[in-house]
């Protein structure tokens, strides 16, 4: 009667401890806590930052130059003429001149066209130093109003191009910096759930050698009185040593995930007797089909937009090379008011108009095709970047549609394990009865109790691999 309480406690204890559930007098470290620490103090997540914001300054920068931009530009110039026109050869003479000029323009890019217009105000002054010049003549020149508006290539419009390529870089940089920080995530919940599994391992071991220790001293106790073999107390034995053996791996294990946790989150993590990590409660179910999770795949994923961008940049050097492949036309016209003096004030009266437009028309007469190999090697790697978008498109839907469906599947499995825990928890209580009533030898005992820890071990193999893959598809789509 004394063997068959000391069996039946035992059991209880162990299947107790085995449950996961917190321990009394431990420390519980949440999951959210984990990702928050990993996300303040990953390098990377510091580095994508920082990444994000220096793309978001140059994003600010381009649309500050499609603004009116207003600058004063002063340039003096000096120059000495050293040329003698009644001698054959050059040498040196005093003839002089220094000249400054001071413009105020006012320009701005004409986004809907694709050319730039301007207009300003123009002075200069002119200082002559001659040796038979008495004194010092100047000159001053004054344009109070200057118009004008400069087109490189009709037809061809490189502003709205980088409009759309730099608004696609900036959104790849943002859902860049997004991407890392759910990364992180996913990879502090891998660690973590890894250390959680660990440490109910390491409590299961622990009371299987406690209970193997109890078992070898009632069987040889019960030895001494002939009510147990030889041969089933050194079944015994050799069960309590190999608990140990599997204790020490699950204590190297358990050792190896916390490392990999504490490093992640740059501290130190107390050991599994001081804080045991806790499992939360299953999320809800996903209610995405594959399609809309692969659509949401694609719009949150860094890299497709990035080749969007890419491709954006392809079809714009083709458009630009299959235009400057036939006759190219540029225009520059300029409008304004000017007048010579010798003083300032004379130089502001009288203004004349003046106007001045150049139209630039070149035609490749003999250029041996290369404008048209321009545009071919234009042509190719626009399509080369239409294939690398549809590849990593067809990667993004594979990717999202297998974890879904994993997802799924590892919901199911962890129910199944589940049930599988509690049938294999009364076989293990039926045979510990019979085993204390004397109705079954030891290796029934023990088998049943390998089954029970196959099971359990089984459940949290799933427990784990359902929030990994949880975490990897809010990684992909967002998803909360």
């Known amino acids: 009667m004394k063997n068959r309480i000391n069996i039946r406690i035992l059991t209880g204890l162990t299947l107790f401890s085995m449950l996961p559930l917190r321990s009394m007098g431990q420390t519980s470290l949440t999951l959210d806590e984990v990702i928050r620490l990993s996300q303040d103090s990953a390098i990377t997540a510091f580095q994508s930052q920082q990444e994000y914001r220096s793309r978001q300054a140059s994003y600010e920068a381009f649309e500050a130059l499609r603004k009116p931009q207003l600058s004063l530009k002063v340039v003096p110039n000096y120059s000495r003429i050293v040329s003698d026109p009644s001698r054959d050869y050059v040498y040196l003479r005093n003839y002089d001149i220094f000249s400054t000029s001071a413009q105020v323009r006012l320009s701005q890019k004409v986004l809907s066209f694709g050319g730039e217009a301007f207009i300003g105000s123009q002075a200069i002054w002119s200082e002559f130093f001659r040796e038979e010049a008495s004194g010092h003549p100047r000159q001053f020149v004054a344009s109070p109003l200057l118009v004008g508006y400069s087109h490189t290539l009709l037809g ?28 992180i995530a996913e990879e502090a919940a891998v660690r973590y759930f890894r250390l959680a599994r660990q440490q109910r391992m390491l409590q299961m071991r622990q009371e299987e050698l406690r209970m193997n220790d109890t078992l070898l001293a009632i069987a040889r106790e019960k030895a001494t009185i002939a009510i147990v073999t030889l041969a089933e107390l050194h079944a015994i034995e050799v069960q309590q040593q190999n608990a140990a053996n599997q204790l020490e791996v699950t204590r190297q294990d358990e050792l190896k995930a916390r490392t990999e946790l504490a490093s992640l989150l740059r501290m130190d993590l107390p050991s599994s007797d001081q804080t045991l990590l806790t499992i939360p409660d299953l999320p809800p179910l996903v209610g995405y089909t594959p399609e809309e999770a692969a659509m949401l795949a694609k719009s949150n994923n860094p890299a497709y937009q990035q080749r969007l961008a890419e491709l954006t940049e392809a079809r714009h050097q083709e458009d630009k090379a299959r235009k400057e492949r036939g006759i190219n036309v540029g225009l520059d016209i300029n409008l304004g008011l000017q007048q010579v003096s010798t003083t300032l004030g004379s130089a502001y009266k009288n203004q004349q108009l003046y106007a001045l437009g150049a139209v630039q028309v070149t035609i490749p007469l003999m250029d041996h095709g290369a404008a048209k190999k ?17 590849e990593t498109e067809r990667l993004l839907v594979e990717d999202a549609t297998v974890t879904l469906q994993k997802l799924q599947s590892c919901r199911m499995m962890l129910a199944s394990t589940g049930q599988t825990v509690k049938l294999a928890e009364e076989a293990f209580n039926e045979a510990a009865d019979n085993y204390a009533n ?43």
Not at 382 to 387: G, I
Not at 447 to 464: G, I, K, V
């Open 438 to 480: 004397g109705l079954c030898d030891i290796n029934t005992y023990t088998l049943a109790q390998s089954r029970w820890a196959t099971a359990y071990n089984n459940y949290l193999t799933a427990l784990e691999e359902f929030w990994t893959t949880h975490y990897h598809l809010q990684t992909l789509i967002r998803y909360e």
């Open 374 to 390: 321009r545009h071919a090697a234009a042509t190719a790697w626009e399509e080369r970047q239409e294939s690398a978008l549809q």
């Open 156 to 183: 061809y419009n490189p502003f709205r191009w980088e409009k759309q390529v730099e608004d696609q870089q900036l959104k790849a940089a943002r859902q860049q910096h997004e991407y890392n920080l759910r990364c």
